[in-house]
């Protein structure tokens, strides 16, 4: 029956034969108001993910779906990187390439952080047999970010934030043909896996990233107002 599951949790959880993208659409910014409106520069995302995120996991038990390096189309940091300058831009802020901007006497700001985790995992939670073709799956999901921004007329950091999503639940799957799917052969059923994880993966990003975008405008233009900051399962913790 371990055999079994092992088999199982590889195929719908690895199947992977194609690339992902991790992004997602921008929800319009709404009516803001950026008196102090500034160039900013957004420097690329270091990635600090642990190593077994970046491979992914010897035993397919303990989590066979990551965002591994092998299966995106680019390496997760430019991704991150590029929808936070986005997520920024489409707010109405002055992003410029930071490798071709050069601080002068006017305001600006820098922006940049770590990537500490990004994964999907899931794991079966009920034994499956050829007389009962449903199981339970429980998925996990995190990604943890921390975004600085700095004042580069005084170089002083003035914020220096840690957005972290989380998530843990358990869904019901039906295997429609039991014997393709232990042999690799429904290829719907594994892509549709694949595609809901990536979903969850991408949904968990967006969260942090759109968090983070209001924080930096509320630290560049203080006027702005209050924008809604709860975001179900997203914890904050400032580091400055």
């Known amino acids: 029956m371990r055999n079994l599951i092992i088999i199982l949790a590889a195929l719908f959880l690895c199947a992977c034969a194609d690339k992902y993208a991790v992004t997602y659409v921008l929800d319009p910014p709404g009516n803001l108001d950026l008196r102090n409106k500034v160039t900013v520069t957004v420097r690329d995302l270091i990635d600090r993910r642990p190593s077994q995120e970046r491979v992914g996991p010897a035993d397919p038990l303990d989590g066979a779906f990551y965002s591994e390096d092998g299966v995106l189309e680019e390496p997760l940091y430019v991704s991150l990187t590029r929808l936070l300058q986005l997520e920024l831009s489409n707010a109405g802020l002055d992003v410029v390439d930071s490798a071709n901007y ?139």
């Open 102 to 240: 050069t601080p002068g006497q006017e305001r600006s700001v820098r922006v940049a952080g770590e990537i500490y985790h990004a994964y999907v995992m899931g794991v079966p939670e009920s034994p499956v047999s050829d007389d009962k073709l449903w199981k339970r799956m429980r998925y996990t999901v995190r990604v943890a970010v921390r975004v600085d921004m700095v004042d580069t007329l005084q170089e002083k950091r003035v914020m220096a934030r840690k957005y972290e999503f989380r998530d843990s639940f358990v869904i019901r799957h039906a295997m429609q043909d039991f014997e393709a799917v232990k042999e690799g052969k429904d290829k719907n059923y594994l892509e549709a896996g694949d595609a809901y994880c990536m979903q969850l993966l991408n949904d968990a990003v967006k969260k942090v990233l759109v968090q983070a975008r209001r924080d930096i405008i509320v630290q560049m233009s203080p006027d702005v107002g209050d924008l809604p900051t709860s975001i179900e399962g997203l914890e904050m913790t400032d580091e400055l």
